[in-house]
């Protein structure tokens, strides 16, 4: 489908206004400086597992496994924010189908972060940004839980469940069916 000579000049002229649009900001940005806020320090319990984006599920499972064993606490608290929640519901899934009798409780929401920027120059004033960031809590329980709490759900059987062996996690595992490494390659 070809353009015509029209459609071309709209669409360059467009596109070097978005460019004009884009450069005035950042060149607005930079008169402008974060503010590093101190994090408050909030400590974590032994039960907390919080997951990241960059984490590994079975890193999270093995952690569960040690708090469920070792530390013999009978409840997990998975957390994540951003980007990482789908793997905070992975691996509650995957520590569900690894120890019996867990009951679960999610709880959803967002959070507000405001980031705040101070002038380089004078005679700006201080600009805030504030971000809604998601944030899930799945809280995973030997014991029963509030089975009114609308994010309840009840153990799953447990011919689906095969259970955690801590020396079965420790062993190195055979190579992934990931990028590469087969013949041709």
């Known amino acids: 489908l070809a353009q015509g000579p029209k459609l071309q000049s709209i669409s360059q002229s467009a596109r070097l206004r978005a460019e004009e649009v ?6 607005a940005m930079n008169k402008y400086k974060k503010v590093i806020v101190s994090k408050d320090t909030i400590v974590k319990d032994d039960d907390e597992i919080r997951i990241t984006a ?13 708090v469920f064993n070792d530390l013999d606490k009978p409840q997990v608290i998975i957390t994540a924010t951003g980007n990482a929640l789908t793997k905070a519901v992975t691996a509650a899934e995957v520590i569900k189908r690894r120890f019996k009798g867990l009951h679960q409780i999610t ?30 809590e799945i809280k995973l329980s030997k014991e029963t839980l509030d089975t009114s709490d609308k994010g ?6 447990e011919s689906e469940v095969k259970e955690f ?21």
């Open 22 to 27: 884009q450069g005035q900001q950042s060149n």
């Open 165 to 185: 062996d801590p020396e079965e996690m420790s062993k190195p595992r055979a190579p992934g069916r990931g990028r590469g490494g087969g013949q041709g390659e």
């Open 107 to 136: 709880k959803l929401g967002i959070q507000e972060i405001v980031d705040k920027y101070e002038p380089l120059e004078e005679g700006l004033d201080e600009v805030t940004d504030t971000r809604s960031l998601p944030f899930i």
């Open 54 to 66: 960059l984490g590994s599920v079975y890193a999270y499972v093995s952690r569960a496994g040690k």
């Open 152 to 157: 309840y759900q009840p153990p799953i059987d």
